[in-house]
């Protein structure tokens, strides 16, 4: 763990010299010389100048190498795919995003993925020997033991595809593989508007509702990966068998269910999408109106509830319907305040439908910057083709 605290503190704030290290973590200089060799050795620091004279002997001042390796971030939907390269300082050097359409298979998107991590590399001139980590976000619970996803319900094929498996066996390294709404609480918390909150939660609302889960600055996945499943909440009274593809609470809170209630409020023969039926409300339409009424206070009962047992400071709300911003925001904001002794605030994504990937990105950069390959093991592409 010496050697990770060592670059912690250099990359933070650095340039240091020996003697600052080990006044700064409060290990022995004895120690920090021989970590600080092995990362010198290693390639993530370099020796950079000296410190000022102050009539004593000079020391030499140690800098992070950000560009020692990359990491990359990658987001995969239903319907599009992103990455991102970024650097060990946590620049994000490249990011894209590619339509896949609205009937696309698992073995499509998994295709996919691949090249657009190769384009992104090339795009940044970064040798695929230099990338130390590959963090992906997807829908579905992910098996913290196996490091598998299961239950896909919006990329049927996904899960029996082993993706884990099959991108390792496509890029040369065992990407880790994140649920995409964990991973936006992760993006949020580093970049966003969670930036030095520890306890948040970040709330997804699109086609389905999921939250991502951060007590004490680490992520919560609990036992089997699947906390933060919130689309299953239920009134109390309901004892009907699980629906594998959507919970009763996002049946009725989520895009899909705002679409849906419209459609059975107006008639089978009317289709409107989510955006348009705020667009809609926005004109007066009174039908919209109470449409988006009953999900907002929909909604807003299932974070209270969610807020009543996690007690997060902040609660961040992103996904297709946040992009309605305060229409959405304002009644869960009230609900909180009134329902609540110590309500949390309540904030919209800062970085919008970036936030997934991102926190993959994030993901990867700490793996990269973990203990185990600071002594020498770190995991690389495959250099074939090179």
């Known amino acids: 763990m010496n050697a990770g605290l060592l670059l912690e503190v250099i990359r933070d704030q650095g340039p240091l010299s020996r003697p600052q290290l080990a006044s700064a973590t409060g290990l022995s200089l004895p120690t920090v010389n021989s970590r600080v060799g092995e990362l010198l050795a290693a390639g993530y620091v370099r ?14 001042l140690l800098r992070f190498n950000e560009d020692f390796g990359y990491v990359v971030g990658l987001d995969v939907g239903g319907h599009q795919v992103s990455v991102a390269v970024a650097d060990l300082s946590g620049d994000i050097v490249h990011f894209e995003r590619r339509p896949l359409g609205t009937r696309v298979d698992a073995g499509s998107i998994l295709k996919a993925s691949a090249e657009m991590v190769e384009n992104a590399l090339a795009a940044s001139r970064v040798s695929k020997v230099k990338v130390m980590a590959v963090g992906v976000s997807t829908p579905g619970l992910v098996d913290p033991s196996s490091g598998e996803v299961a239950l896909v319900p919006n990329i049927p094929g996904w899960a029996s595809l082993g993706p884990a498996r099959r991108l390792e066996e496509m890029l040369g390294v065992r990407p880790l593989l994140e649920n995409n709404v964990n991973a936006a609480i992760v993006g949020e918390h580093w970049k966003g508007v969670a930036r030095g909150c520890d306890d948040a939660v970040f709330v997804a609302i699109g086609t389905g509702i999921g939250a991502g889960i951060m007590i004490g600055g680490k992520l919560y996945r609990g036992f089997h990966g699947g906390a933060g499943e919130i689309g299953l909440q239920r009134d109390f009274e309901d004892d009907q068998v699980l629906d594998e593809e959507f919970g009763p609470f996002e049946r009725r809170a989520s895009g899909l269910g705002i679409a849906q ?13 989510t955006r348009k039926i705020f667009a809609a409300a926005r004109q007066g339409d009174e039908l919209a109106r109470r449409v988006i009424s009953e999900a907002s206070s929909v909604l807003a009962g299932g974070i209270v509830n969610l807020c009543a047992i996690l007690d997060p400071e902040m609660v961040v709300l992103g996904g297709g319907v946040a992009r309605a911003g305060e229409e959405i925001a304002g009644p869960v904001r009230r609900r909180l305040h009134s329902a609540l002794p110590a309500p949390p605030s309540l904030m919209l994504s800062a970085l919008g439908d970036r936030v997934s990937v991102v926190g993959a990105a994030k993901i990867a950069l700490d793996a990269a910057l973990k203990e185990e390959p600071l002594l020498g093991s770190q995991s690389r592409m495959s250099g074939k083709g090179e």
């Open 261 to 273: 209630r419209y459609r059975e409020l107006a008639g089978e023969g009317e289709e409107m999408t």
């Open 47 to 60: 020796e950079d100048g000296w410190t000022r004279s102050t009539g004593g002997k000079r020391a030499r």
